[in-house]
């Protein structure tokens, strides 16, 4: 029950997380699984409210989940009794989260040095403030702010969005964290910035090992950002289809990954216009407080089957290697064992 | 004044200049462009490049701090040419609306929260058209269906009832009120989801088709561009540097800006593409640099271009200009762009 799979540095497992009390309780996420390898990059993409920043921030561990369970490196994190487990501050030290708006994420009244210091003098990661100093420098030139002199003594609203976010980052890595959780860390920042940042990232995770949540709504993005990785779309809450990024991207299989994927613009003229369209049998987004029977989709779904999709709820079933898919259709075309 | 009636609105060297503690911001620095009827223009940009002070400024709807310091917008009605930088109050709030429709960013920030849908569109009616109360009630209903929304629902219900994309709906359909022949559209997709952004975006689309009106929409996003414009211009530290059909910016960009947007972006079908990112940070438009405003990050920066700032010229086509004094080494590099483009050409003709 206290172990983790050895296979994943960063597990959750059956997660879910109600708000809101009696007749306005939601499940904003329900039923969650899944694994993050040492070292790989899994993406969580969906739409607003699917509850992707709501599982980003149970995996963070800045909030308890309601019930199931997130595994740091094969132990629990939450004992049985929703208590802090033994090696909580290990884990809450080694998980990090990067948050996605760079104005409000860092303290308007302190300089850069200080906004970096702190953790490192605090956590003691360095024993003064001469070490503090040279870790910092250290630390700016990582995510690229250099000449190190122009940003060591400026305040953040000096900064650009771009820059701000770098800052995010080096306080992320200022306690030598092994998952980072990054939450629409870049969808707040200008085109001709992102992929700085974005590559200045996946730099990390190539030479300081870093392992990635990654969280976003912008597909292109999480293509780029987890080619060599996976995707898990999220609608309403739960996890509908989890595998490779190439495979996810080219061939999706859940009807509401091929419906993004078809709606999606892309920066091609030619080749955004002849995109061929999945018609959705409606436009709305169930509310969390009437959710449809059966599975969340089928009012929407072309693939619709009264009598199975509106009755029976799919589960996230193996379909091949490493690939989940939870759509009663799709399973069984796919030849998954039901 | 004579034009032909299929030019709604044409812009000649404007400038718009903000005041703040610092110094001037000069947000607009000597934008000429026309727009045309049933045609969509992109306007496309990083923030602060001064493409939204631009949308604004057309419409003379600029904040206190900003002033027009030079440039004429004219409006084309009938063939005869309105000034629209010399309207008196009274005439400027019929021009906006009637004749010039403009829907904001942020579909929540522009109603009144505590007003129905139904007392909005009829305020709107009221500050700027002659309609009598049934006729308006009546053109809302329509135009709600035609932007596909339950009518019924929709009127009696408060903006906070709605959600974004159905929000961004009812601000199109009010815009449509009056029937203007120009619309600007300020991010007209941003903070949507993607679906919901499909839906408006073909609406945008069959608006475009069946009403024809000139569409200006501002954009930092390069795919709604892709999917909605007809043209597209780039805008970079107040002035555009390129300017042409869609095909053109998009498979054989000449501006190193445009050049660089374009390979900084992914696309989400296909295969890996390594990206590429613009080096540096668009400049301060209190002190912009001297020559060119992008040569600090260009990759084919002479020196010319610190001394001496490129006009706007036609290149390739009537239809095409930009603002360079390296187009062919910047076209050099679009070579696999313009291979693309060929392969899809090649697609259609077989």
Not at chain 1, 41 to 51: N, Q, R
Not at chain 2, 68 to 75: A, F, M, N, W
Not at chain 2, 168 to 197: F, G, H, K, N
Not at chain 2, 271 to 284: H, T
């Amino acid at each position: 029950m206290n172990a983790g799979s050895g296979e994943y540095l960063i597990e959750a497992r059956n997660l879910v997380r109600m708000f809101g009390a009696r007749r306005e309780r939601v499940t904003a996420v329900d039923d969650v699984s899944f694994g993050i390898r040492q070292g790989e990059v899994v993406c969580l993409v969906g739409e607003s409210g699917c509850g992707k920043t709501t599982t980003g921030k149970m995996i963070t561990g800045l909030l308890k989940p309601t019930s199931g369970q997130v595994f740091y490196a094969g132990k629990s994190v939450w004992t049985p009794r929703g208590d802090k487990g033994e090696d909580f501050k290990t884990y809450r030290l080694g998980v990090q989260i990067i948050h996605q708006d760079p104005y409000a994420s860092l303290n308007p009244s302190h300089t850069i040095y200080k906004i970096l210091s702190t953790p490192l003098l605090h956590h003691k990661f360095v024993a003064n403030t001469y070490e503090a100093l040279d870790r910092v420098i250290e630390l700016l030139n990582i995510v690229g702010l250099s000449p190190v002199e122009d940003f060591l003594y400026k305040y953040p609203h000096q900064l650009s969005g771009g820059q701000r976010q770098r800052v995010s980052v080096a306080r992320a890595l200022t306690v030598n964290p092994r998952v980072i959780v990054a939450d629409e860390a870049v969808s707040m920042v200008d085109v001709s910035i992102r992929v700085g940042l974005l590559n200045m990232m996946a730099d990390l995770k190539r030479n300081l090992g870093v392992t990635y949540l990654f969280i976003t709504h912008d597909l292109a993005v999480a293509k780029f950002f987890a080619w060599e990785g996976r995707i898990a779309v999220m609608y309403v809450g739960s996890i509908v289809e989890f595998a490779s990024t190439p495979q996810l991207i080219n061939d999706p299989l859940h009807p509401y990954s091929k419906a993004l994927l078809a709606a999606v613009p892309e920066a091609d003229p030619e080749l955004t216009r002849s995109k061929k369209r999945v018609e959705l049998r409606s436009q709305d987004i169930p509310s969390l407080l009437a959710l449809p029977s059966g599975c969340r989709f089928h009012p929407r779904c072309p693939y619709f089957e009264p009598g199975l999709c509106d009755v029976k709820r799919p589960e996230l079933l193996p379909v091949g290697e490493n690939r989940y898919v939870a759509c009663h259709i799709a399973a069984r075309e796919a030849g998954a064992p039901t | 004044m004579e034009k032909q009636s299929s030019v709604p609105l044409t812009v000649e060297d404007l400038w718009v200049e903000y005041q703040i503690e610092r110094g001037v911001v000069k947000a607009v620095r000597g934008v000429s462009l026309s727009l045309v009827k049933g045609e969509s223009l992109a306007l496309i940009g990083e923030s602060g490049c001064g493409k939204t002070t631009l949308g604004v400024a057309l419409i003379r709807l600029l904040v206190q701090a900003a002033r027009i310091t030079r440039g004429e917008i004219t409006y084309w009605r009938d063939n005869k040419g309105i000034d629209v930088l010399s309207l008196k109050e009274r005439e400027l709030r019929r021009f906006r609306w009637r004749e010039c429709a403009m829907v904001f960013q942020s579909a929540l920030n522009a109603f009144n929260p505590v007003l129905r849908i139904w007392d909005q569109i009829l305020d709107t009616s009221k500050a700027h058209g002659g309609m009598s109360t049934s006729q308006v009630r009546e053109r809302a209903m329509q135009l709600l269906e035609y932007v596909q929304l339950d009518p019924k629902r929709v009127i009696d219900a408060y903006p906070h009832e709605l959600s974004g994309g159905m929000r961004q709906r009812v601000l199109l359909a009010m815009s449509l009120l009056l029937d203007p022949q120009v619309l600007i559209l300020d991010e007209p997709t941003t903070a949507l989801d993607i679906l919901t952004q499909r839906t408006i975006i073909d609406l945008l689309r069959r608006l475009k088709e069946e009403i024809g009106f000139a569409m200006l929409f501002i954009s930092h996003d390069l795919a709604t561009a892709a999917e909605l414009a007809d043209r597209v211009a780039t805008m970079y530290a107040g002035s555009i540097v390129e300017l042409g059909p869609v095909d053109d910016i998009f498979y054989r960009p000449a501006h190193p800006y445009t050049l660089g947007l374009i390979r900084a972006v992914p696309t989400v079908t296909g295969e890996f593409e390594a990206l590429v990112s613009i080096p540096g940070a668009p400049p301060d438009l209190v002190d912009p640099p001297p020559g060119c405003k992008f040569h600090p990050r260009c990759p084919y920066v002479t020196e010319q271009c610190r001394v001496e700032e490129p006009q706007l010229k036609t290149h390739y086509s009537e239809t095409h200009s930009v603002a360079c004094f390296n187009v062919q080494r910047v076209q050099q590099d679009t070579l696999d762009l313009q291979e693309r483009y060929a392969k899809y050409a090649g697609g259609k003709a077989s």
